[in-house]
């Protein structure tokens, strides 16, 4: 199983972003997928996850309102759009998997993708 996330870069504050995932090597519908973000010097923080058929998701807190991950299983695509982006949303953000249940906990996660850099200015 493969992992690629993109479409990260700079963006002001106040602006959007979507960035995708794509699993291949195994059938997309069948993993549990979700989003993680690391900021300098801090470590990798949950930001959201969603389950395989996509009708159920969970948000961090602060990302709650905000942040909307989607799937498309037809493409097996996974998706984290952001909106009004904060400068505390810096970070390299991480698509993963787990063929188990979704979870808020990067442990459960087994496969990662390589990470997509997000940099927020104001």
């Known amino acids: 199983v493969q992992l690629q996330a993109s479409g990260g870069g700079p963006v002001q504050a106040g602006d959007s972003l979507r960035l995708s995932c794509t699993l291949t090597?195994?059938?997309?519908?069948?993993?549990?997928l979700a989003w993680f973000r690391q900021a300098p010097g801090k470590e990798r923080d949950f930001v959201g996850c969603?389950?395989?058929?996509?009708?159920?998701?969970t948000y961090e807190g602060s990302v709650e309102g905000r942040f909307t991950v989607s799937r498309d299983n037809a493409k097996d695509m996974v998706y984290l759009q952001m909106n009004n982006l904060q400068t505390e949303d810096t970070a390299v953000y991480y698509c993963?998997?787990?063929?188990?249940?979704?979870?808020?906990?990067?442990?459960?996660?087994?496969?990662w993708g390589q990470g997509t850099l997000v940099t927020v200015s104001s």
């Open positions: 090597g195994r059938t997309f519908s069948l993993y549990s």
């Open positions: 969603i389950n395989r058929s996509g009708a159920t998701t």
């Open positions: 993963a998997a787990t063929q188990g249940l979704m979870s808020v906990h990067a442990a459960d996660y087994d496969y």
